[in-house]
């Protein structure tokens, strides 16, 4: 049974689109995030949740949405899709906000 | 001054060598730590947490110095397999919450 999964794997679409990727953990964990990892393989935390509550919210544009529909998942929609968001996307939850993470498979997408 | 820095490689290491990575973090105040093997295209994956009394797992070490602010990761005997890009994670205090931050990562690759 894969632990976080995440859809789609790979999304191709193109600028000025709307595209939404979603997450779902079956540890029951009560944290869950949004990293991302640009062309330089960094990787950078977006967004996390601890019990559908918003916890921690980077500089992200506010293009970038995330919901919480309950404690065992947590989508992202991204309005107006750029260039400069072609990376991949990458869902994990922990225990709690300083426990280890697990992580989805990713999602990469790329605008063109 | 990064949060987690690391030194990015990469290393080109024969079979069977020993090698050691360091990372440095910025926040004394950090508890946790923790080191994550990354393949290429896959998502990262715990390798290790590291406690402050140092801690084995086989042919891998991880070492813990506060006061120095660094911890460490030593491989022995280095397998193929273990080609990959290590990522150091620390946690780190954002406004109230934490949060795991990665560093960059130090790519290893494994010569025949």
């Known amino acids: 049974d894969t632990a976080v999964s995440q859809t789609p794997k790979y999304l191709v679409t193109q600028m000025g689109n709307d595209k939404s990727i979603k997450c779902e953990q079956n540890?029951?964990?009560?944290?869950m995030y949004w990293y991302k990892q640009d062309s330089k393989k960094f990787l950078k935390i977006m967004f996390s949740?601890?019990?559908?509550?918003?916890?921690i919210n980077e500089t992200v544009p506010n293009r970038f949405s995330p919901k919480s529909p309950d404690k065992a998942h947590l989508n992202l929609h991204i309005n107006s899709l750029e260039l400069g968001d072609s990376a991949v996307y990458f869902c994990?939850?922990?225990?709690?906000?300083?426990?280890?993470?697990?992580f989805g498979q990713g999602t990469r997408l790329t605008v063109v | 001054r990064k949060e987690v820095e690391q030194d990015p490689g990469p290393f080109n290491v024969p079979e069977g060598a020993t090698v050691a990575f360091n990372c440095t973090y910025s926040?004394?105040?950090?508890?946790?730590f923790f080191w994550y093997r990354q393949d290429c295209r896959k998502e990262p994956k715990l390798l290790m947490s590291?406690?402050?009394s140092g801690n084995e797992d086989g042919r891998f070490t991880a070492q813990l110095n506060r006061a120095s602010q660094y911890i460490s990761l030593l491989i022995r005997d280095s397998k193929l397999s273990d080609s990959a890009t290590y990522l150091c994670?620390?946690?780190?205090?954002?406004?109230?919450?934490?949060?795991?931050?990665f560093g960059t990562g130090t790519r290893l690759t494994i010569i025949p």
């Open positions: 949740y601890n019990n559908k509550e918003l916890i």
């Open positions: 994990a939850s922990s225990l709690r906000e300083t426990t280890e993470a697990f």
């Open positions: 590291v406690y402050s």
């Open positions: 926040n004394s105040a950090s508890q946790s």
């Open positions: 994670v620390v946690n780190e205090f954002d406004s109230g919450n934490e949060k795991l931050t």
């Open positions: 540890l029951g964990h009560d944290t």
